[in-house]
T-cell receptor, first 111, second 113 residues
Framework: GQQLNQSPQSMFIQEGEDVSMNCTSS?????WLWYKQEPGEGPVLLIA?????ELTSNGRLTAQFGITRKDSFLNISASIPSDVGIYFC???????????FGKGITLSVRP | DAGVIQSPRHEVTEMGQEVTLRCKPI?????LFWYRQTMMRGLELLIY????????DSGMPEDRFSAKMPNASFSTLKIQPSEPRDSAVYFC???????????FGPGTRLTVL
């Protein structure tokens, strides 16, 4: 079946640093979504990408839809303590309505 | 605008008891999804509905699990009888037909003793 690979499992950065996260797959996706989940809450949608090569920003967050359609990247610039959480990528093939999720990356930000 | 609403937020029950989780999707959304999240397995899709009709229930782990959507504004996920391995956080999500973005509720944390 389809799988999305996110690594490493955890990232530790200093406040103010930029961080980049990858999401890769051997399958092609038509839509990429990035979510953030904080403790005790549901995943919150950060950015949606619909076209290969698309680059979209949401404040300090920037995400790109890989040109091969098999990967996506999320960048967070000038990190702050409230960026702490688990970041999930999710992909949709269009063949059905089922999202495929990565395992998530836990981000820690040291003040 | 109200997001996806789930109740209860926390449920503690004893093995063998029936558990019912509830979800109200975002108004106007056509799809509703039930997920389960555990540390070991991450986010798993259990079942999803389109216009109140179950489309794919291949993720439902066993016959002990059932889901219904009697109308566009309400869905339930029932576990009967519950077992300790059902302990997890259960999420409901919804989306519109013409958009691929799914919006999640806050989840129900289920603990089966």
């Amino acid at each position: 079946g389809q799988q999305l690979n996110q690594s490493p499992q955890s990232m530790f950065i200093q406040e103010g640093e930029d961080v980049s996260m990858n999401c890769t797959s051997s399958s092609i996706f038509n839509t990429w979504l990035w979510y953030k989940q904080e403790p005790g809450e549901g995943p919150v949608l950060l950015i949606a990408l619909y076209k290969a090569g698309e680059l979209t920003s949401n404040g300090r967050l920037t995400a790109q839809f890989g040109i091969t359609r098999k990967d996506s990247f999320l960048n967070i610039s000038a990190s702050i303590p409230s960026d702490v959480g688990i970041y999930f990528c999710a992909g949709l093939t269009g063949a059905n309505s089922k999202l495929t999720f990565g395992k998530g990356i836990t981000l820690s930000v040291r003040p | 605008d109200a997001g996806v609403i789930q109740s209860p937020r926390h449920e503690v029950t004893e093995m063998g008891q029936e558990v019912t989780l509830r979800c109200k999707p975002i108004s106007g959304h056509d799809y509703l999804f039930w997920y389960r999240q555990t540390m070991m397995r991450g986010l798993e899709l259990l079942i999803y509905f389109n216009n109140n009709v179950p489309i794919d229930d291949s993720g439902m782990p066993e016959d002990r699990f059932s889901a219904k959507m009697p109308n566009a504004s309400f869905s339930t996920l029932k576990i009967q009888p519950s077992e300790p391995r059902d302990s997890a956080v259960y999420f409901c999500a919804s989306r519109r037909l013409s958009y691929n973005e799914q919006f999640f509720g806050p989840g129900t944390r289920l603990t089966v003793l």
